[in-house]
Every structure is written in C-alpha cells, then in structure tokens.
C-alpha cells in the first residue's frame, strides 16, 4: 500500500485575548477564543500578568468540558502554563474559555490557542499522489 501524498498546507490559527479580573463575573465558563467547526487546538498558554489572591485557579476548555486544555492552572504567582492539546476536534462553532472556580478579585491573564482547521488549505506543497508511476498537479 502506497501512502497518498495531498499537496494542500495551512497555517496555525492564533488566537489571543488579554482580560482582567473585572471581566469575569461569575464562576460559570466564560468563552474567550472562537474556534470554527473542525477546529483542533495544537498549542496554546494561559498567562498569569497580574497575580490573584490566594486559592484562585483557572481551568482551560469548552462549553463541554470545561477544563478539555488544562485543570487548576494556579493564578496566585506570575507565570505561564502551557495548555495540554488532546487532538478533540470540534463538532460545532464554539469557544476556548476559562472557569474560575472561586471569582478572583484581582489579577490580569491571557490565553493563548493555536489551533488548524480540517479540510482547510493556504498553499500547495508538492505534488498528490495519482497513481503508479503518474506525477501531476
């Protein structure tokens, strides 16, 4: 069996957002980062600019699952956490987001999601495959 080269290449989506602790209302889920539908996140970070007071943690993920990307990143010291990627790809338009289990009171944070879209291409490297001996564009 021959693997079967496709040409078709895409850049990482990027997505960032910068948010305060006045920006979160509550401890429900809290959309941040839209992804289209198909989207897999590769990478991403959750970084604490500001610190929170104490016992504050956040969770990264969706509307689903709300900690998918990372559980209790601890947002009492300054720092970056990476966010897991679990190669979910998303059956629906919707959002990266942050739980706060306990509402923090003060702090700064951002989050950061790269992520690739199925069946999405920019560019064309190479050549796909068209058979036996038979090279073509």
Known sequence: MTIKKKSGRQDVLYGRIEFGFADIDDTTFHGAIELPY????VAGAFDVLVAAQATVV????D?????RYKN??????L???ALVPTGFKTTA?????????VKPTQGS???????????????NQGLDY????VRGA
């Open 38 to 41: 198909g989207a897999t996140v």
């Open 58 to 61: 956040a969770d990264v993920g």
């Open 63 to 67: 509307a689903d699952v709300g900690n």
């Open 72 to 77: 209790d990143i601890d947002c009492t010291a």
């Open 79 to 81: 720092g970056r956490t």
């Open 93 to 101: 338009e919707g959002d990266v987001g942050i739980t706060f289990p």
């Open 109 to 123: 944070f951002q989050l950061e999601v790269q992520y690739v879209v199925d069946g999405r291409v920019a560019m």
């Open 130 to 133: 068209r058979g036996p001996n």
